[in-house]
């Protein structure tokens, strides 16, 4: 088969790989569907996370169940599912208090921008929809693959409730779908930041009920004068820079609570800010697995449609120009095809 590889900073190839195969008997292979390119695969592309040897690509999947190990039980081929970027046991003392994430077997799922995938743990880590998706549903069922699940989390980990208000810090997919679960959770007030207007348009679109294009300092006084000169509620930190994590403390409010998901790069908190700041902080990669039953269910439902976020298709085979669209910011998320 052929499958993506990233080399170096900004070398993306699509070239022949083996295609996957059981290894362990707890191991499923599947045909994907669908597929996509994900921001924190930028760190890499981007050279700000070093790529010492040919990486396959790729860690949000969603297709047909091809083949099983002898030891999976609870999916069988013919069977659309979808599983996390970490794969999980769902078993483990970490697993049962809902971080699948911290599995103590926890293994990540790497090369899923190729037709099939090799995912270890299916029995633990895959999650069958109820049937054989219509084709409408399927941008929006892979993304609970990562971000719709990673946004849910933001939320979540901001104890995001009825009523409350909501800043969101970041405008990638996780931060857009991170405004759609924090109204799903019933808060009232979404004040997404963002200073591009199609971004801005699908927040709105996603539940935002205000939008503030400053940032840094100038973001943080504007959230101020938009909640009584407090700060918010919740809010979610959904980019990983020391700006942004910053931004996200700051407009919280005493005692308020920040989500963050972006994958920290270099950021460093000061304790005596910290201190000061009397929020709390809760966040880390998502333990999507333990939100899917209950995002399939509203995907299949009809109640969301997060595959919104996926502003350009392509075919598989021209994933490159997928990473130079999200690269440049021409693209929200690509999704790619086999
Ligand atoms: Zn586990």
Same mark, same amino acid.
């Given at each position: ?65 091809? +083949?099983?190990?002898? !030891?999976?039980?609870?999916? *069988?081929?013919? /069977?659309?599912?979808?599983?996390? $970027?970490? %794969?999980? @046991? ?97 808060? +009232?007030?979404?004040? !997404?930041?963002?200073?591009? *207007?199609?971004? /801005?348009?699908?927040?709105?679109? $996603?539940? %935002?009920? @205000? ?128």
């Amino acid at each position: 088969m052929r499958a993506t590889v990233l080399y170096g900073p900004r070398d993306v190839r699509f070239e022949e790989r083996d295609a996957p195969a059981v290894i362990n008997p707890t191991d499923a292979v599947l045909r994907l569907s669908v597929t996509c390119v994900c921001g924190s695969d930028l760190w890499r592309y981007r050279g700000i996370q070093p790529v010492d040897k040919p990486t396959p690509m790729g860690h949000e999947y969603c297709g047909l169940v091809e +083949e099983v190990g002898s !030891a999976v039980t609870s999916v *069988k081929p013919g /069977q659309f599912v979808i599983g996390s $970027f970490f %794969a999980s @046991d769902n078993t483990c003392a970490a697993c049962r208090i809902g971080y699948q994430s911290s599995c103590q077997q926890r293994e990540l799922v790497g090369g899923a921008q190729a037709p099939l995938l090799r995912v270890p743990l299916a029995d633990g880590t895959l999650v069958a929809t109820p049937g054989i998706p219509p084709d409408e549903l399927i941008p929006s069922l892979l993304t609970l693959s990562d971000v719709m699940g990673t946004g849910w989390f933001a939320a979540e980990a901001a104890s995001v409730k009825p009523g409350k208000t909501v800043v969101v810090v970041g405008d990638g997919a996780v931060g857009l779908l991170g405004v759609l679960a924090a109204r799903q959770m019933g808060s +009232e007030r979404v004040i !997404a930041m963002s200073r591009h *207007k199609t971004r /801005q348009n699908l927040a709105r679109e $996603f539940g %935002a009920t @205000d939008i503030v294009s400053e940032r840094g300092e100038e973001g943080v006084g504007r959230i101020r004068e938009l909640t009584n000169g407090v700060g918010a509620d919740s809010v979610l930190e959904c980019v990983g820079t020391q700006e942004a994590m910053m931004q996200a403390i700051r407009s919280t409010r005493p005692g308020g609570h920040v989500g963050y998901v972006g994958v920290p790069h270099g950021v460093e908190l000061n304790g005596q800010e910290l201190f000061f700041a009397h929020v709390h902080l809760h966040g880390g990669p998502a333990p999507v697995r333990r939100f899917l039953p209950e995002l399939i269910d509203l995907v299949w439902n009809r109640k969301i449609y997060p595959g919104k976020v996926f502003d350009l298709s392509l075919p598989l085979e021209q994933v490159a120009e997928g990473y130079r669209a999200m690269d440049e910011r021409r693209a929200i998320k690509v999704l790619l095809r086999p």
